[in-house]
T-cell receptor, first 111, second 114 residues
Framework: KQEVTQIPAALSVPEGENLVLNCSFT??????LQWFRQDPGKGLTSLLL?????REQTSGRLNASLDKSSGRSTLYIAASQPGDSATYLC??????????FGAGTTVTVRA | NAGVMQNPRHLVRRRGQEARLRCSPM?????VYWYRQLPEEGLKFMVY????????ESGMPKERFSAEFPKEGPSILRIQQVVRGDSAAYFC????????????FGSGTRLTVV
């Protein structure tokens, strides 16, 4: 059974600091991992999808790494801004059509 | 091209009432997935539907919950005789083909049972 854990549950940083969000999963037989952003009262927006053959995926200030063997992924957000305040979720496939999500890390960037 | 539309955004029901949550997929999407997010927990898969068919309902509670996706109209998640433990955010996603790579999520319905 796949369990996805995200630590820490909440994070508060001053503007400009780099953010490091952690995700771990128990079954390393995954073929990809996704990071999502969830804003209060809104849906989920896909940020990055890393295929199992990749070690990293980058989009602007966001960089996600994947280490399948250790069951870990890390999302780095460089030079954080108040607009980065949100909940960040990681998810791995349970099958080709359903995902298993972590509980998320709620980020607050203080101006 | 509107995204995935869910309504209502917020729904308050008294214990024992019925809740009906609607999800209109993106244009051209015939696959719909429902997830539930309990407070302080991650989203949990509930059910996967194609037009007029339930493909996988392994995440649905055995009683009181049902889902449909008729040939015409939105997908409906129905909860009968709601209890306080049903209070959660319910999200739907749609995709053009079966598969998570094409997922687009709606904004969710927040159900509160009082």
């Amino acid at each position: 059974k796949q369990e996805v854990t995200q630590i820490p549950a909440a994070l508060s940083v001053p503007e400009g600091e780099n953010l490091v969000l952690n995700c771990s999963f128990t079954d390393s037989a995954i073929y990809n991992l996704q990071w999502f952003r969830q804003d209060p009262g809104k849906g989920l927006t896909s940020l990055l999808l890393i295929q199992s053959s990749q070690r990293e995926q980058t989009s602007g200030r966001l960089n996600a790494s994947l280490d399948k063997s250790s069951g870990r992924s890390t999302l780095y957000i460089a030079a954080s801004q108040p607009g980065d305040s949100a909940t960040y979720l990681c998810a791995v496939p349970l099958s080709d059509y359903k995902l298993s999500f972590g509980a998320g890390t709620t980020v607050t960037v203080r101006a | 091209n509107a995204g995935v539309m869910q309504n209502p955004r917020h729904l308050v029901r008294r214990r024992g009432q019925e809740a009906r949550l609607r999800c209109s997929p993106m244009k051209g999407h015939s696959h719909v997935y429902w997830y539930r997010q309990l407070p302080e927990e991650g989203l949990k898969f509930m059910v996967y539907l194609q037009k007029e068919n339930i493909i996988d309902e392994s995440g649905m509670p055995k009683e009181r919950f049902s889902a449909e996706f008729p040939k015409e109209g939105p997908s409906i998640l129905r909860i009968q005789q709601v209890v306080r433990g049903d209070s959660a955010a319910y999200f739907c996603a749609s995709s053009p083909l079966q598969g998570i790579s094409g997922y687009t999520f709606g904004s969710g319905t927040r159900l509160t049972v009082v």
